[in-house]
DNA sequence: TCTGTTTATCGTAATATTGCAATAAACAAA
DNA sequence: TTTGTTTATTGCAATATTACGATAAACAGA
């Protein structure tokens, strides 16, 4: 065991799982909001900004990257690390409809 | 190791990255999705919703009771489990405010 | 009290995550 | 070519997560 079923659950849960546990550790909150905050995104300034050792900082990326939430290119020596809007604007609406939903809820049972 | 480093982070990072991580997999996502298209909440009816045992979905409830995204009475013989509205009213904004801050940078390098 | 229903907990196995030192790879510049 | 800079990968240890069978606990109703 260990393992997600994910072939249990529609495609959309398991995107919005993908997406939200990609932001499921405060280091990767803080890459996003720093990568957000700047305009020009280098790797160097983002393991100098977090308290980590830079292994671990560049799993994190890799993490980010594959859950698409950023984009990495090479850029001569550095690597130009910046947002992906697009799966922000997808679930941005999501998080939203839950708080609409939850705000036309008829019975209060607790 | 394989602890996270919680007191390397901004009280803000780690309480975005618990509301994420508890969203982080596709069960809880059903469960907090069939909790709110129903008015009325309770217990029995989230295990027959989905394709997991009661003992899993058992530890996927404490999981987001834990991470206060819902909350649960004893009624009776059965418990009612319904969405705190409180963090999604938190958060909610926070990714939008990521969409917007996106949306009005000016250099693009990737 | 006994029986069934509902939910939680325990125990366990498989796998994933977190973190870092050591090292490699890729490149720029001297 | 050599040296330094930047980022990725490998290998490992500690811990967390996922899943479920077995069982317990709590209660309603007969």
Redesign the interface.
């Given at each position: 065991m260990g393992l997600?079923?994910?072939d249990?659950?529609?495609q959309h849960?398991?995107e919005?799982?993908?997406f939200?546990?990609?932001?499921?550790?405060?280091?990767?909150?803080?890459i996003?909001?720093f990568l957000?905050?700047t305009?020009?995104?280098i790797c160097g300034d983002i393991v100098n900004e977090l308290?980590?050792a830079q292994p671990t900082v560049s799993q994190h990326l890799r993490e980010l990257k594959e859950a698409g939430l950023i984009?990495?290119?090479i850029?001569g020596n550095a690597i130009?690390?910046?947002?992906n809007?697009r799966p922000?604007?997808k679930?941005?609406p999501i998080?939203?409809s839950?708080?609409l939903?939850?705000?036309t809820?008829?019975?209060e049972?607790?």
């Open positions: 997600t079923k994910t249990l659950f529609t849960q398991n919005l799982a993908v939200a546990k990609a932001l499921g550790h405060p280091a990767r909150v803080a996003i909001e957000l905050k305009d020009k995104c308290p980590l984009q990495g290119n850029e130009c690390y910046c947002i809007p922000f604007e679930f941005a998080f939203n839950f708080v939903q939850q705000g809820k008829k019975v049972c607790c």
